[in-house]
């Protein structure tokens, strides 16, 4: 169904998205982008489903935008016809969580994918770079809003700046990854915190995720009502019942996504 991608569901409920463009170490072209976007958009619109991960190859998550695609580009055609707001701006839409897992390079275009996702675990290969100076341009998908965010303003503008890579431990250190993992271990690592995130009620693990996106787009006071808001409204799910009673009865929840 897909050229770009393959696509897969483990236990029943984790989607798992794999780039697959092996020759040119999964670059993004538009054909790639368009099957990432319709393939999380059927996941999230999978009631199965209560996860999905993204991940690459053991070499290349993402080596960045195609660059032999973009090089015959001219301004006409990337202002004219909003060259990558289009297919590349799904992944904010996606309500259920979305972890990215990273092997290899993560470089421009890849490195932003990854930062688009909920959060990042790496293997101990992985290298993260936004060189997109090196040829001329600077990020276009959120590269340098999402990095000052994740890694403050010196690591950001170095990153951005020098085009120099970060490995993993540096990463880890810096915030931009949430844990680092053997590179035979990565898939593991990731479905387990997928299936740990599926075991929870979907509806709050949505508004978790809803909860922790709106820090990033409004002030402090703003953001904390949000939250209290969504926190109330978590007490009319059957989940937070069923939750406190378990809690409570020293037994384990069977959440019903309620
Ligand atoms: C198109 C790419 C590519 C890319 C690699 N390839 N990256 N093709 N676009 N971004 C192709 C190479 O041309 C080569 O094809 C094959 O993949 C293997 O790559 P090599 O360079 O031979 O591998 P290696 O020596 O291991 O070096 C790996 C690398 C290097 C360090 C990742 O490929 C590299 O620097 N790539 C470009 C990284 C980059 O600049 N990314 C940012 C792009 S701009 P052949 O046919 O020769 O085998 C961007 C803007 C985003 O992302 C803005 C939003 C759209």
Redesign the pocket.
């Known amino acids: 169904m897909y050229e770009t991608i393959q696509t897969r569901v483990e236990a029943g409920k984790v989607g798992v998205i794999a780039l697959n463009r092996p020759?040119?170490?999964n670059?993004?072209n538009d054909q790639l982008m368009d099957e990432l976007g319709a393939a999380l958009k059927a996941f999230d619109a999978d009631d199965a489903i209560g996860c999905i991960i993204v991940t690459g190859s053991e070499?290349?998550f993402?080596?960045?935008?195609?660059?032999?695609?973009?090089a015959k580009y001219d301004f006409a055609e990337t202002y004219g016809r909003d060259?990558?707001s289009r297919n590349?701006e799904t992944m904010r839409s996606i309500r259920k969580p979305v972890i990215a897992a990273v092997a290899g390079?993560a470089?421009?275009?890849?490195?932003?994918v990854a930062m688009m996702c909920d959060f990042i675990i790496a293997a101990d290969n992985a290298?993260f770079?936004?060189?997109?100076i090196?040829?001329g341009?600077i990020?276009?998908?959120g590269?340098t809003q999402r990095l000052p965010r994740a890694l403050g303003k010196s690591k950001a503008m170095d990153m951005v700046l020098t085009?120099r890579?970060m490995d993993a431990a540096e990463a880890e250190r810096s915030g931009l990854v949430s844990r680092v993992v053997p590179l035979d271990k990565l898939m593991e690592e990731a479905l387990g915190a997928a299936l740990v995130i599926c075991s929870y009620g979907r509806l709050a693990v949505m508004a978790a995720k809803e909860a922790v996106n709106r820090s990033f787009e409004s002030p402090l006071s703003d953001g904390v009502l949000y939250e209290r808001r969504l926190f109330q409204a978590l007490f009319a799910t059957s989940d937070q019942k069923e939750g406190m009673d378990a809690f409570l009865a020293k037994r384990p929840a069977e959440f019903k996504g309620r």
Do not use: N, R, S, T
């Open positions: 020759k040119q170490l670059a993004l070499k290349a993402a080596a960045g935008a195609d660059i032999a695609a973009m060259y990558i590349w390079f470089l421009g275009g890849g490195c932003e290298k770079g936004q060189p997109e090196k040829i341009i990020p276009g998908a590269g085009a890579m």
